[in-house]
């Protein structure tokens, strides 16, 4: 049975907060809110954590992940991004975006999507989430709790509690969230590319 806490959504409990990182830091999955809907997260370094994401919604293992960063400060040692783009994410970050990026050689393989060697990297606008993030002290592992057959991330902490009890070690109820899907920018190349356009403003980026 999965371990399941009610976090204040504007004065996340340190003492929650702990909890739940203590989890990832022994090697288990959580679910936590973002500002697109709730997620699955685990350390980086947790190879069967993230087997148990994948396997969860049915993705292939190296799809779907992305780096969960509390700040741009983290961005330098996992995706090699120059100045424009820095200034651009600076402008609109934290927020409901995913950029994907080449990845830098401190960023595993096995973490990276085979064919283009990119990784996705957010940094969200949401309490609990960077709350999480600045207790870990390093980014996260995470994809967005989209169940097979479902287009949205959930958003109902207590329906995820009913599907996942048995399968995650703990479930943050974060409050009840919209349905929003991030805004999915590539830029790994010289042009960039808007790959899906979902709750983040993209006039910057057309």
Known sequence: MSQFWYI?????????INQAVAILKQGGVIVYPTDSGYALGCMIGEKNAMTRMARIRQIENDTN??????DL?????????DNQAYRLLKSCMPGPYTFI??????VPRRL????????????????IALALLE???EPMMTTSLVMPNEQFAESDPEH????????????IHGGYLPENQTTVIDMSEDEMVILRHGAGDTSAFE
């Open 160 to 171: 995820i509690r009913d599907i996942l009890d048995h399968l995650v070690e703990g479930i």
């Open 65 to 70: 992940f992305s780096l969960m960063c509390r």
């Open 112 to 127: 990276q999507c085979d064919k283009k060697r990119t990784i996705g990297i957010r940094v969200p606008n949401n309490v």
């Open 101 to 106: 990026f080449k990845a830098t050689k401190e």
């Open 73 to 81: 400060s983290e961005l330098a040692n996992f995706a090699r991004v």
């Open 135 to 137: 207790a870990l002290g």
């Open 8 to 16: 204040h959504d504007e004065n996340p409990q340190a003492r929650l």
